[in-house]
C-alpha cells in the first residue's frame, strides 16, 4: 500500500514500521522522490530515512515497567513476558531495559521467560493470542506477574484470568 501511495503522488507519508529493515527499500524510493515521512511508534532503521519520529522514548518505558511493577507487588513476584516479537524493535529495546532495571534494582523480582505472543504482521486475533499467552502460563506456572509492551499481549493475559497486570501503554 505505501508502494502505491508513493507511485500515486502521495505527499506524505506516516509508517508505524513495526520491523524496520522491511521498510528499506520503499522508504528510499519515498526519500528518492523527495516525500516526507513521519515514523510512529516505532523508528525506522536510520534516521535519515525518516523526517521526524513521534513515539515512546522506549529506555524509559523499561525502567519505569519495572518501577511499576516492583510497587505494584511489593518488590517481590515472578514475572512472565509476552510481546510481538524479536523483529520488533521497540519492544526489544523495552525488554532489554526492563531486564536490566529488574536486574539491578529489584533482587524480589524474577523473571523466568519471555514468548511471542504474534507477529508484526501477524494473527492479531484476540482468540489466538489468548491462546498463546495461556500455553505460556500453563508452561510457566510460578508466574504471578506478566509484563507486555504490546498492548494485545497484555490483554490476552489479563483474559486469562487469575495473574496481576501491569499496563503501561
Given at each position: 500500500?505505501?508502494?502505491?501511495?508513493?507511485?500515486?503522488?502521495?505527499?506524505?507519508?506516516?509508517?508505524?514500521?513495526?520491523?524496520?529493515?522491511?521498510?528499506?527499500?520503499?522508504?528510499?524510493?519515498?526519500?528518492?522522490?523527495?516525500?516526507?515521512?513521519?515514523?510512529?511508534?516505532?523508528?525506522?532503521?536510520?534516521?535519515?530515512?525518516?523526517?521526524?519520529?513521534?513515539?515512546?522514548?522506549?529506555?524509559?518505558?523499561?525502567?519505569?515497567?519495572?518501577?511499576?511493577?516492583?510497587?505494584?507487588?511489593?518488590?517481590?513476584?515472578?514475572?512472565?513476558?509476552?510481546?510481538?516479537?524479536?523483529?520488533?524493535?521497540n519492544?526489544?529495546?523495552?525488554?532489554?531495559?526492563?531486564?536490566?532495571?529488574?536486574?539491578?534494582?529489584?533482587?524480589?523480582?524474577?523473571?523466568?521467560?519471555?514468548?511471542?505472543i504474534?507477529?508484526?504482521?501477524?494473527?492479531?486475533?484476540?482468540?489466538?493470542?489468548?491462546?498463546i499467552?495461556?500455553?505460556?502460563?500453563?508452561?510457566?506456572?510460578?508466574v504471578?506477574?506478566?509484563?507486555?509492551?504490546?498492548?494485545?499481549?497484555?490483554?490476552?493475559?489479563?483474559?486469562?484470568?487469575?495473574?496481576?497486570?501491569?499496563?503501561?501503554?
Amino acid at each position: 500500500l505505501t508502494e502505491q501511495a508513493i507511485a500515486g503522488g502521495t505527499q506524505g507519508l506516516i509508517v508505524v514500521p513495526l520491523v524496520a529493515a522491511e521498510w528499506n527499500t520503499v522508504l528510499a524510493t519515498a526519500k528518492a522522490k523527495g516525500i516526507p515521512v513521519i515514523a510512529m511508534g516505532v523508528d525506522t532503521s536510520t534516521p535519515d530515512q525518516r523526517n521526524a519520529f513521534v513515539g515512546t522514548d522506549f529506555n524509559a518505558y523499561g525502567v519505569q515497567s519495572a518501577d511499576l511493577i516492583a510497587k505494584a507487588k511489593g518488590g517481590k513476584a515472578t514475572v512472565g513476558i509476552l510481546y510481538s516479537g524479536p523483529d520488533t524493535s521497540n519492544q526489544v529495546q523495552a525488554i532489554k531495559v526492563f531486564r536490566q532495571t529488574i536486574a539491578d534494582k529489584y533482587p524480589g523480582i524474577k523473571i523466568v521467560g519471555d514468548d511471542t505472543i504474534l507477529s508484526p504482521g501477524g494473527n492479531r486475533d484476540l482468540v489466538k493470542t489468548t491462546e498463546i499467552a495461556r500455553g505460556f502460563l500453563v508452561a510457566h506456572p510460578e508466574v504471578d506477574t506478566i509484563w507486555s509492551p504490546d498492548g494485545q499481549g497484555g490483554i490476552a493475559a489479563a483474559v486469562t484470568g487469575q495473574y496481576t497486570l501491569v499496563l503501561l501503554d
